[in-house]
């Protein structure tokens, strides 16, 4: 997850409209506006790690508290969970901490996380808990467990990674009872169920190795996983073959978190100096784009109630999802607007869109000052489905957005330009 940042990333220039939604997100004023490394949230309680501290909510966000330092030494918390009331985080170079009393005290949980090349071991990049075990992932050691039902220490879990040259575990994510590793840079992930005795590795292209492709993320919608790599997003309904890509077409990602509201998929997918917000209501199969961050980078994602959170570079923001509604549903616009055929596109383009009720419309192609750079598409349309043909040809390559403007509602789709 974290030692992306490090890597030297060619990606396609951003030119995404910043859409009116977009100022919809509003910074956490309760927590400072500095790297929040990690976001995560069940029910009404969110944690969120920065630097030094964590920061909590027991009530949706409404009122925060903030944790003492860990430790000396601690700079980077990547990850924090709560358990029957123990908070968990995960360090960079520290290990694991916890505290009895939401980070007012803290005592070292590092007895037995030992073994790591440098002690990569104690570069933790995510936990998760399944059962009465929590999980660590590394960012050069693979994977620990360690029992929470009795006295125990970590222990290395599973000998897969090292052979496989994916010693690197970017994130763990927990489907049912599944956990599946987005680990190593030969496109490769590794799932394992209770009972199993040792992980199994699954190749995204249904091969075998595929050097460059590294998975970085992955989430589980209830129904499907989705695994964010530097080439894109790959699906799957078990967590195994067949994988399948789905987008988003934004060319080399950064970076990519995830985040679920029931099988409502969010995602935020980081490119050159922009961060593009997307969603799926089909477990990841299409994408929709719902708006551009300019000048942002989010480490997490995390839901509440309707409520996404954003682990930012500048703080811990926030934005309601109450309307946005997965594709397919009735949506309170009443407006259906989508390009027809494959992303990219070259030189033509075909705008599907369905009116509730006859009367005038505008398309508009913005670019990410948010300036209109074609003539827009006017007309008056009865009330039903309509195509409209478009030339990109005078568009330099890149990420747009096109805007349909109809009886005061309003409509947006991405557009990817190649020559």
């Known amino acids: 997850m974290i030692s992306t940042l490090r890597n030297p990333v060619i990606a396609l220039a951003l030119m995404a409209f910043t859409s009116p939604v977009a100022a919809q997100w509003t910074p956490v004023p309760d927590v400072p506006a500095t790297d929040v490394f990690s976001v995560w949230a069940n029910g009404d309680t969110i944690a969120a790690g920065t630097d030094t501290s964590v920061y909590i909510s027991a009530d949706a966000g409404v009122t925060w508290r903030h944790s003492s330092k860990p430790a000396e030494g601690v700079v980077s918390i990547f990850a924090a969970r709560i358990r029957n009331g123990r908070l968990f985080i995960g360090t960079s170079g520290q290990g694991v901490f916890i505290s009895d009393d939401l980070g007012d005290t803290w005592q070292d949980y590092n007895q037995g996380l030992v073994g790591g090349l440098f002690d990569s071991q104690l570069d933790v990049a995510e ?23 009795a006295a125990d220490t970590w222990h290395h879990f599973g000998e897969e990674f090292e052979p496989n040259q994916a010693s690197n575990v970017e994130d763990l994510a927990l489907g049912g009872t599944r956990l599946l590793a987005a680990a190593g840079g030969n496109g490769s992930v590794f799932f394992r169920d209770p009972g ?3 992980w199994t590795i699954s190749w995204l292209n249904n091969v075998g190795l595929h050097p460059g492709w590294q998975a970085r993320s992955a989430a589980w919608d209830g129904s499907g996983w989705v695994v964010g790599t530097n080439v894109g997003v790959f699906r799957s309904d078990t967590g195994a073959e ?22 409502h998929l969010f995602a935020a997918f980081v490119i050159v100096n922009a961060v593009v917000i997307e969603h799926s209501g089909d477990d990841g199969v299409t994408w929709q784009f719902l708006e551009s961050l300019p000048g942002a980078f989010v ?11 954003a682990g930012r570079a500048d703080g811990l923001w926030r934005r309601s999802t109450a309307t946005v509604s997965a594709p397919g549903d009735a949506t309170p616009s009443g407006l259906r607007f989508a390009l027809v055929g494959a992303q990219p596109v070259r030189d033509d383009l075909r705008f599907h869109f369905e009116l509730p009720t006859a009367g005038s419309a505008a398309i508009e192609i913005f670019d990410i000052a948010g300036r209109r750079v074609a003539d827009p598409v006017r007309g008056s349309w009865p009330a039903g489905t309509h195509e409209v043909s478009w030339s990109a040809r005078g568009l330099a390559p890149g990420v747009y957005a096109a805007r349909l403007t109809a009886q005061g509602r309003r409509a947006v789709v991405r557009i990817v330009r190649v020559r």
């Open 127 to 149: 936990l998760q808990v399944r059962g009465d075990s929590i999980y660590a992932a590394t960012l050069g050691a693979g994977v620990y467990v360690r029992s929470l039902a």
């Open 196 to 198: 199993d005795p040792e």
């Open 242 to 263: 067949p994988w399948t890509p789905s987008g988003p077409g934004l060319g080399i990602l950064l970076h990519s978190a995830f985040a679920t509201r029931g099988r």
């Open 299 to 309: 480490y997490r994602l995390a839901m509440s109630g309707s409520d996404l959170y």
